[in-house]
């Protein structure tokens, strides 16, 4: 029984674990999503958070410290480069995960982890950006009476303009 244990073994034993998710790690940070198994995904997902919460600072601590997982020097420079400054102001959930289906060979479940900043077509700004666009009042159409007013008020003065034009 797996009483109190959190870690999915993802049945390997500690050292091909870690070798395969550093090596996931790595691939998610330079090519920015990946394809893998939901088990993988999920794994990797606890595993690269926390060290993309420590890429916020930019400390020689802090970058021997991912260092130390991720042994890699240019995922290293790259997570601090150009991850850590588009991910700064969120507070987590730096990866997502989407299932796609299942795989032919063996009906394993796949799905696609990606970092969350760096698919545009997510992104939260773009839609912001729509819904103030397209947003009404409840109201009814404040817009319409106002300028029904304006065209109402337009023609009078016209006919006046034109009375006192004609004397």
Do not use: W
Request: glycine content about 4%; proline content about 2%; some cysteine.
């Amino acid at each position: 029984m797996r009483h109190n244990n959190k870690v999915n073994a993802l049945s390997r034993k500690s050292a091909h674990r870690k070798a395969l998710l550093k090596n996931m790690a790595n691939s998610l940070i330079l090519h920015k999503r990946i394809n893998t198994t939901l088990a993988k995904a999920k794994a990797l997902k606890r595993y690269v958070e926390p060290l993309i919460t420590k890429s916020k600072e930019d400390t020689t601590h802090s970058r021997r410290t991912v260092f130390s997982y991720l042994q890699d020097k240019y995922a290293v420079s790259e997570l601090f480069r150009d991850v850590a400054p588009k991910i700064a102001n969120r507070p987590g959930g730096y990866t997502r995960i989407i299932k796609t289906g299942f795989r032919q060979g063996d009906a394993a479940e796949m799905c696609l982890i990606e970092l969350v900043d760096f698919n545009e077509l997510y992104s939260v700004k773009g839609n912001k950006k729509e819904a103030t666009k397209t947003r009404r009042s409840r109201r009814g159409g404040s817009k319409k009476t106002t300028e029904a007013t304006k065209d109402t008020s337009t023609p009078a003065k016209k006919e006046d303009s034109t009375s006192t034009e004609d004397k």
